[in-house]
DNA sequence: ATGAAAGCGCTAACAG
DNA sequence: CTGTTAGCGCTTTCAT
């Protein structure tokens, strides 16, 4: 069923009947009304390639996710399906892995969509893609890359401030000693995350110690592993900060395995307050990033990409904060 | 940038150009080198949406989801997206959060964008949208419904027999009390779990406590609420099995908060085997449904629908396995 | 207020 | 092997 015949049926143009599906005021009342009739009666419904070609776009937009096995991710999927869904725009998913690769790929599928606009959370990625796109003038925003450029904007968690906050809680509390389990060395937010503890460190006056600078992978395991490691350790730290919950979750659940109680032997912060911290016993204490937030602002960034003349992307920061839970002890006490 | 203009450059005709990109045999390979140069040089991408147009299909599938933050959920999401992308297709997502509008709205859309199958996860759903679908001879698959259609296939987990292993493990160690913590009452699939906990209690001879039947929502706060319904009645039982994982997380957390110990004073048994399982603790002991296998066959059934000449749908079982860890206790010992 | 017609970018007969 | 051509279904001037 084409615009065409439920034109011919109503005894109108396909023009009419565009008109009256756009919501078009042109449109005699009762023409319309005789319209809709036929459109209702025979369920009919637009094709939506035809519409994204002739206007051009498509009200698709695409996101990129690197593993949608962890929360964080899974939970701004469910904030930024919740806003396209709310426009009536369609999401494009894709999940990458990891693999630069898969995100070509992937790139390039949703670019053959002809999307309004990609939202990439693929920190493994290095510049290259990104130069690529611009060719194509499809707006662009990446998550903690802390840069942008034409056509590409960026909206970074203020790692720093949030783990200035962090040192602050564990100082009062009488902590001293503080690791930190990191990311996957060598991409670009684990350096960020790195460098953010040991700037609030220093900014509370408390000392770094090398060892106590532990690489994980951004999941449980890399977390459980760090925390081995830590406790491995000739002098044990009195708290560990990680990444993110995902890592803080593993290290957790290690520490529950060799029967050391948290918070008493050993405090944990985590980083971006993904549900299983209020799940898991003690729950966590932790850096919260608020999706919501997150989705917001990206959706805007390439909203705004679409909309304004203006070619430069924008450079967003979001802050986390501090949720006190119950896997920090106050060794004051 | 379009065929016709790549076509002008490389001074073919676009059909050759379209022959080039299709990878059809049927190109002296010198003009498809010169074509593919053009096509390297311009980083040509053509546009899906014409494609789609022409060819009546469009290489997109859509998977609606009714909660992104449950890990089930979204792990099948993974594993369905692992699918789509490795055959270079599109997988558009949508987010019902138990909603019956938000199913019609994003059925619609994605009916709009002509995919190729729908993978339809949303229990709560009638038979109403399905039988408005059919006129649009779209390849649909449910999850957990029990029945086929035209056009419609299912597959269903095989609930009875996975808690028949459940209850069977549990009376070897000796427990004889054991409660449910189902779904939300009233939604088809809700009934089926307590049904088939009900009738897998009977076959192993166990009896049935009508105040052990506890109604939950799917989500963790359900099953803490309903733990705590369940400890305060006057004789507890000594094992709990859930509906699902989620169910059985909130549960625990509520356990834990309360001091009891897990599976000293109160087993539980869960359904899924979602990640969480193994990051609480106790390591949850569970009815492990793959996912992969999940999306597997839901691909398949959608993929039948679409290849076959059969309109028939079919009805596909997946059985979960038991997977003991440690929040079962053995009374025996 | 409505229709005719051109065209979006691509594919697939059909010719040659 | 390659080009011509006729659409696919919709939107959008431009007339009327």
Not at 108 to 136: H, K, N
Not at 235 to 261: C, K, M, W, Y
């Amino acid at each position: 069923m084409s615009m065409t015949q439920i034109a011919k049926i109503a005894g109108v143009s396909s023009a009419t009947v565009s008109r009256v599906i756009n919501g078009s005021p042109l449109v005699n009342a009762e023409t319309a009304a005789r319209v809709r009739e036929v459109l209702e009666k025979f369920a009919f419904i637009p094709d939506g390639n035809a519409t994204a070609l002739t206007r051009g776009k498509s009200d698709i937009f695409g996101l990129i996710l690197p593993d949608l096995t962890n929360p964080y991710f899974t939970d701004l999927l469910d904030s930024f399906e919740a806003i396209t869904s709310s426009k009536d725009q369609d999401l494009l998913t894709a999940n990458t892995r990891f693999s630069p690769q898969r995100v070509e790929a992937c790139i390039r599928r949703m670019l053959m969509r002809r999307v309004d606009g990609i939202a990439l959370v693929a920190s493994e990625v290095e510049t290259g893609p990104f130069e690529s796109l611009m060719r194509y003038r499809v707006p662009l925003v990446t998550l903690d890359r802390g840069q942008a450029g034409e056509w590409v904007s960026d909206v970074s968690i203020d790692f720093e401030s949030a783990l200035e906050d962090a040192m602050r809680h564990l100082k009062q509390y009488g902590h001293r000693k503080i690791a930190f389990i990191g990311g996957v060395a060598g991409l670009k937010t684990s350096t960020t995350r790195t460098q953010a503890f040991i700037k609030a460190l220093s900014k509370n006056g408390l000392r770094l110690f090398e060892e106590y600078l532990q690489e994980g992978n951004y999941r449980p395991d890399g977390g459980a592993a760090a925390m081995s490691r830590i406790l491995a350790l000739r002098h044990l730290p009195s708290a560990v900060v990680t990444a993110n919950d995902f890592t803080a979750v593993g290290a957790l659940q290690r520490l529950n395995e060799l029967g050391i109680s948290v918070p008493r032997q050993m405090s944990i912060i985590g980083f971006d307050d993904i549900s299983i911290c209020s799940l898991v016993h003690p729950q966590l204490t932790t850096l919260s990033v608020c999706r919501d937030s997150l989705a917001r602002l990206m959706y805007q960034a390439l909203d705004d990409g679409r909309t304004s003349q203006d070619k430069r992307g924008r450079l967003y920061t979001l802050k986390a904060e501090l949720v006190i839970r119950h896997s920090v002890a106050n060794l004051k006490q």
